[in-house]
């Protein structure tokens, strides 16, 4: 079983959807997710972070952690042709390093 | 943005010959990471540093080797560079360890021909 399982995509919406972008992991000591934004040619940035269950809303973003899944997601509202990029989980264990997902890539058109 | 430079942005390279690519911060983060990204893989660990002269390996440091001789740079040699570490290499910097808030740069596309 992989540590970290995301669907690469690309997921297609038009402007104005809400999207939903998921990941699920098998590593039970994972303690702090994260969901990077990367746009083509450019460096991930770092868009969300959350340590334990539950929600954390920033704007038209919103993460979702379920631990007791091995389930997170990252929610956007009403989003823009700005929001395509491809978007990186991340977990922490809180000891060693990060481990990142594969990436979902996001179109959404105008 | 956070103040981290990668140098040079683009290289190409014929196999055999060494190669070094740089990353300079300006934020004074202790941990400093080197990433390598390909279709299918995503973001691989090479090695991070967790201070001068400190560094650890990561999932695929064979080829690879680095050095941190200050706090604001930390160096990413190939040593014999082969086809296969064509690639794009991200550094990330980080204040904790871990990466939990990491930082990443511009990254740099290397080609080996």
């Known amino acids: 079983q992989k540590e970290v399982e995301q669907d690469p995509g690309p997921l297609s919406v038009p402007e104005g959807a809400i999207v939903s972008l998921n990941c699920t992991y098998s590593?039970?000591?994972?303690?702090?997710f994260m969901w990077y934004r990367q746009y083509s040619r450019k460096g991930p940035e770092l868009l969300m972070y959350t340590y334990s269950s539950g929600n954390k809303e920033d704007g038209r973003f919103t993460a979702q952690v379920d631990k007791s899944s091995k389930y997170i997601s990252l929610f956007i509202r009403d989003s823009q042709p700005s929001d395509s990029a491809t978007y990186l989980c991340?977990?922490?264990?809180?000891?060693?390093?990060?481990?990142f997902g594969k990436g979902t890539m996001l179109l959404v058109s105008p | 943005d956070a103040g981290i430079t990668q140098s040079p942005r683009h290289k190409v390279t014929e196999t055999g010959t060494p190669v070094t690519l740089r990353c300079h911060q300006t934020e004074n983060h202790r941990y400093m990471y080197w990433y390598r990204q390909d279709p299918g893989h995503g973001l691989r660990l090479i090695h991070y540093?967790?201070?001068?002269?400190?560094?650890d390996k990561g999932e695929v440091s064979d080829g690879y080797s680095v050095s941190r001789s200050k706090t604001e740079d930390f160096l990413l040699t190939l040593e014999s560079a082969t086809s296969s570490q064509t690639s794009v290499y991200f550094c990330a910097i980080s204040p904790g360890q871990g990466g939990t808030e990491a930082f990443f740069g511009q990254g740099t596309r290397l080609t080996v021909v």
């Open positions: 991340a977990f922490y264990s809180g000891y060693s390093t990060l481990t």
């Open positions: 590593n039970s000591a994972f303690q702090y």
């Open positions: 540093s967790y201070g001068v002269k400190d560094t």
